[in-house]
């Protein structure tokens, strides 16, 4: 956990700052620009890069996953440039929260992967990249988005203590018990065996 160095008023302004960049649905934009139909019609209906994967669609897959992990860059980056690390873990936080949970979409949203991943690659580039490549790993192996997405959570955490940011751990825990949660339903068709493959319908 960081320090505690900013304000209370200022890690309002930066939770708040986070949050309204994160609840922004570029997967919905994105099907919308390209005319791929209604997201929450297509698929599992989730807003993130694998559903719109599933218009056939990959360069709006692509565009979603860049979007998507550059608002929690994003976040992070401005909350550190104008504040403190703090506030830079808290905007991450709240970027991801957002993603999760946007109020335009009455709290249902992605799974908030891309998100997680970006906001890691802003906050402590060497645990990104190391999420980066356990995600893409386990994709190559299993051809499963969900789990490559847990997997790369999961170890999230053992990245930042091993690649020496301990100040990090208790977002990544965090970040890592919100991911599993979102993927509960997942989890439990990984159990049973239905759980469908990257680029599958």
């Known amino acids: 956990m960081p320090e505690i ?26 099907t919308k620009l390209f005319g791929l139909g209604n997201l929450r ?6 807003i993130g890069a694998t559903n ?14 860049l979007f998507d992990g550059g608002k929690g860059a994003v976040a992070v980056l401005l909350a550190r440039a104008f ?3 703090d506030a830079a873990q808290l905007a991450g936080l709240l970027a991801f929260t957002g993603h999760c949970f946007p109020i335009w979409l009455g709290f249902k949203g992605g799974k908030g992967v891309a998100t997680f991943l970006g906001l ?9 990249i190391a999420c980066c490549l356990t995600w893409l790993v386990v994709a190559l192996l299993s051809r499963i988005s969900s789990l490559s997405a847990l997997v790369a959570a999961a ?10 940011y301990g100040q990090e751990l ?31 319908k």
Not at 41 to 46: A, D, F, L, V
Not at 157 to 162: K, L, N, Q
């Open 41 to 46: 019609q297509i698929g599992s209906g989730n």
């Open 170 to 200: 208790l977002l990544g825990a965090l970040l890592t018990l919100l991911i599993f949660w979102r993927h509960r339903a997942n989890i439990a068709r990984l159990r049973a065996g239905t759980e469908p493959r990257i680029g599958q």
């Open 5 to 30: 160095t900013s304000s209370a008023l200022t890690l309002i302004l930066w939770a708040v700052i986070g949050y309204g960049l994160g609840s922004i649905p570029f997967g919905m934009v994105m």
């Open 52 to 65: 719109v994967l599933r218009t056939g669609h990959k360069g709006a897959a692509a565009l979603t996953v």
């Open 83 to 85: 504040a403190a690390d």
């Open 120 to 128: 890691w690659l802003a906050l402590a580039w060497p645990v990104g």
């Open 155 to 164: 170890a999230s955490t053992f990245w930042a203590v091993g690649l020496g």
